[in-house]
T-cell receptor, first 111, second 112 residues
Framework: DGGITQSPKYLFRKEGQNVTLSCEQNLNHDAMYWYRQDPGQGLRLIYYSQIVNDFQKGDIAEGYSVSREKKESFPLTVTSAQKNPTAFYLC??????????FGSGTRLTVV | SQQGEEDPQALSIQEGENATMNCSYKTSINNLQWYRQNSGRGLVHLILIRSNEREKHSGRLRVTLDTSKKSSSLLITASRAADTASYFCATDWGAAGNKLTFGGGTRVLVKP
């Protein structure tokens, strides 16, 4: 089955700790995206990548970092500089001007 | 910001009734898309309407686009309990292509 896989489903972060969220797709899509969703809110763009080895900041990139070394993979690191990281993180991929395919999300909580 | 705004924020209807929600945006777009999100899940793409289209249908879904008013509507006909979800509009507006900006969503409750 083609799809996009996010892991882990739940993640707990201690103060001052960096954590990495995984996103893998086997759809052969060129573009990949990371969004953050807060309770009862819409999605806000963190980073996006349209081709391998290239990525761009979105609207709320501060405190986050990404890499795109392979077409299939677009991991997101939430650094200690992100002061309010508790949220639901969604990864998506797309090709040309078509709809996004989303993963099932990672819920990150600061403990 | 280019963010779309959905209206209403929440909607409660009986099974079998129609549900209509609206989306407004601020600047010219390449296309507008609607997504559904069940609680705690990822989003599912429902329909894409391009800026030169006025209406599209997909099963029980009907989407309209009025670029002069910078607005779109999503109609779900003959709603079912399984349609209970949040619905988001998203606009593709930049030269970068297919970078979407999402609205805040409409939460729909379909009562059996």
């Amino acid at each position: 089955d083609g799809g996009i896989t996010q892991s882990p489903k739940y993640l707990f972060r201690k103060e001052g700790q960096n954590v990495t969220l995984s996103c893998e797709q086997n759809l052969n899509h060129d573009a990949m995206y990371w969004y953050r969703q807060d309770p009862g809110q819409g999605l806000r763009l963190i980073y996006y990548s349209q081709i391998v080895n290239d990525f761009q900041k979105g609207d709320i990139a501060e405190g986050y970092s990404v890499s795109r070394e392979k077409k299939e993979s677009f991991p997101l690191t939430v650094t200690s500089a992100q002061k309010n990281p508790t949220a639901f993180y969604l990864c998506a991929s797309s090709t040309a001007s078509y709809g996004y395919t989303f993963g099932s999300g990672t819920r990150l909580t600061v403990v | 910001s280019q963010q779309g705004e959905e209206d209403p924020q929440a909607l409660s209807i009986q099974e079998g009734e129609n549900a209509t929600m609206n989306c407004s945006y601020k600047t010219s777009i390449n296309n507008l898309q609607w997504y559904r999100q069940n609680s705690g899940r990822g989003l599912v793409h429902l329909i894409l309407i391009r800026s030169n289209e006025r209406e599209k249908h997909s099963g029980r879904l009907r989407v309209t686009l009025d670029t002069s008013k910078k607005s779109s509507s999503l109609l779900i006909t003959a709603s079912r309990a399984a349609d209970t979800a949040s619905y988001f509009c998203a606009t593709d507006w930049g030269a970068a292509g297919n970078k979407l900006t999402f609205g805040g969503g409409t939460r729909v409750l379909v009562k059996p």
